[in-house]
């Protein structure tokens, strides 16, 4: 997996490179600037329109007391369309252009979902699961405050319930 990430890394500058020659030969230099503007502009505003949809469509699922996964998942790959649409080039350009297109955002999503371990945890409100001999405090259980004596290797005391027995040192 990691080869083709350094191989993506290495390719897509080329490829882009490439790609601006070739189109630049097509329609000319001033042309191709400025569309590679308006597609960053256009990412700017698709981000806006359908990232707006998609928080609605979040709280709606979280009002409904479902875990809004999908939405999760689909606001993430609007993320990564934007971010491809405001890289210069024409190659990211259309891969950002397709993802905010929402059928190839759904199949993509089938597609990650398929191939990952998902584990939902789902603990309620004020539950605590510990090990043994573990004392799980809120923050207003305990206050930090500077014992006047010392442990016995001439450290302060850390708490009240060391007794210096154990070297360990925070």
Do not use: C, H
């Not at 573990?134 to 442990?151: H, I």
């Amino acid at each position: 997996m990691g080869l083709y990430i350094i191989a993506a890394l290495l390719l897509l500058p080329l490829i882009e490179i490439a790609v601006f020659i070739w189109i630049g030969g097509l329609i000319g230099v001033l042309p191709t600037i400025i569309l590679t503007v308006v597609t960053a502009l256009a990412g700017t505003l698709m981000l806006r329109q359908q990232g707006l949809s998609l928080l609605m469509r979040m709280q709606k699922e979280l009002d409904a007391g479902r875990s809004p996964g999908n939405e999760v998942m689909q606001g993430a790959m609007i993320v990564l369309a934007s971010i491809f649409l405001l890289i210069p080039g024409f190659v990211t350009d259309a891969i950002g252009l397709l993802l905010f297109i929402p059928p190839v955002r759904e199949a993509l999503a089938r597609f990650i979902i398929a191939r990952s371990n998902v584990v939902i945890v789902n603990s309620g409100a004020g539950m605590r699961q510990t090990e043994e001999g573990v004392v799980d405090l809120d923050a207003d259980d305990w206050s930090e405050r500077k014992e006047s004596g010392s442990g016995t290797d001439g450290q302060p005391k850390i708490s009240p319930w060391q007794d210096g027995s154990d070297n360990a040192k925070s």
